[in-house]
Structure formats: structure tokens, C-alpha cells
């Protein structure tokens, strides 16, 4: 079955930095990849996606590139904010199998 | 338009006890999956369903069962509980489970075992 590794495990950034978080999968079928930014208290809620025939999508701060040669993908964010503050997963589909996460700080 | 909803957001049970989750998909969306989420573990596929049938599953004992109604609303079961599966519950929906659909999440379900 896929498999999913991320890294780091833990982030800390200074706000206004960048923050970028790396993902491998190993089954070369998988073609489309979420990332989810979960708060406490709360379940993970999906910030932005990517199919295998896209390189990079923006959604204005946030980022993700894909290199399917390479099997890996990143997601890059800019202009960190306290609010951006979460435990972030990355996730390769089909069925969808998670990273084990990266708690994001983002210290003011 | 609302969001996927999961009941209750907490239970307590005992070992040996069974339980049911329930979860409501956004309106509209027939695919229904489930997770596992622990410290230790991560998140974890349990099953998915879509027009009332199991079309996929991940690898948890037979402990762990589900279905789905016509309205795509969908329960899970968890029988003879463990210590091991106090974890949180998560239900996502989307449209019909293809590749390409997003899956979107509850709040979920945090069940304790004591």
C-alpha cells in the first residue's frame, strides 16, 4: 500500500518567515495530493490540493509543488502568521493515507 | 451550507463495551470514509462507503464495522472495546469517493475507554 513520510515533525518560525513542509509517497499510481491544517479541538480541514498533471498551485500565501519523478511534494507558505499556528498533514490518495504530521509555531 | 457533522463529540465507555459513531455528510456528497486518529499511530484509514456499500477498507480487526444509509448518513462500530482504541473518531465525506474529490472532515468523535 502508499506510503507517506513528512518532514519535520515540528516547525517553529518566526511570523513573516516562510514555512515549508515536505512529503514522499511511494506508490507512483497516486495522483492527487491534499494538505489539511488541523487546529485543536478540531478535525482536519483541507487548504489545498494538487493533481498529478500540475506541477505548483497558489492559493495566495500557500503553495504546494509536486515532483512526480521524484515522488515528493511540499507545501510552502509565506508571510507565516500567528494564525497559521496548526498541525499540518499532508496526504497522497487513493485511499487517502496521511503524513504523520508537522506541528507548525509560529512565534509574534 | 453545512458541514460534515459528527454524534456525540465525546463518549466514555468501558472494555468489553461496543459503541456507535454517527456521522452526516455534506449535503449532496454520497462517499463516506472513515479515520483513526492517534498520538501513536496518526491518521488512520478505517473504511469507506458509498451508495449503502463498503467499497474500500483499511487494515483494523472485524471489531471495527460501518454502514451506510440511503440518505449517505453513515455509522460506525466499534465491539468488545480495547484500551487501544480510545482515539479520535474522524468522518469525511465527498461526492462519490473518485480520485480528485476532496474529502472534507468533522470535528469528530473522542471516544475514551476506561
Known amino acids: 500500500g502508499e506510503n507517506v513520510e513528512q518532514h519535520p515533525s515540528t516547525l517553529s518560525v518566526q511570523e513573516g518567515d516562510s514555512a515549508v513542509i515536505k512529503c514522499t509517497y511511494s506508490d507512483s499510481a497516486s495522483n492527487y495530493f491534499p494538505w489539511y491544517k488541523q487546529e485543536l479541538g478540531k478535525g482536519p480541514q483541507l487548504i489545498i490540493d494538487?493533481?498529478?498533471?500540475?506541477g505548483e498551485k497558489k492559493d495566495q500565501r500557500i503553495a504546494v509543488t509536486l515532483n512526480k519523478t521524484a515522488k515528493h511534494f511540499s507545501l510552502h507558505i509565506t508571510e507565516t502568521q500567528p494564525e497559521d499556528s496548526a498541525v499540518y498533514f499532508c496526504?497522497?490518495?487513493?485511499?487517502?493515507?496521511f503524513g504523520g504530521g508537522t506541528r507548525v509555531l509560529v512565534k509574534p | 451550507k453545512a458541514g460534515v457533522t459528527q454524534t456525540p463529540r465525546y463518549l466514555i465507555k468501558t472494555r468489553g463495551q461496543q459503541v456507535t459513531l454517527s456521522c452526516s455528510p455534506i449535503?449532496?456528497?454520497?462517499?463516506v470514509s472513515w479515520y483513526q486518529q492517534t498520538p501513536g499511530q496518526g491518521l488512520q484509514f478505517l473504511f469507506e462507503y458509498f451508495s449503502e456499500t463498503q467499497r474500500n477498507k483499511g487494515n483494523f480487526p472485524g471489531r471495527f464495522s460501518g454502514r451506510q444509509f440511503s440518505n449517505s448518513r453513515s455509522e460506525m462500530n466499534v465491539s468488545t472495546l480495547e484500551l487501544g482504541d480510545s482515539a479520535l473518531y474522524l468522518c469525511a465525506s465527498s461526492l462519490d469517493g473518485q480520485l480528485n474529490q476532496p474529502q472534507h472532515f468533522g470535528d469528530g468523535t473522542r471516544l475514551s475507554i476506561l
Open positions: 494538487i493533481r498529478s498533471n500540475v
Open positions: 449535503s449532496g456528497h454520497r462517499s
Open positions: 496526504a497522497a490518495f487513493a485511499p487517502l493515507t
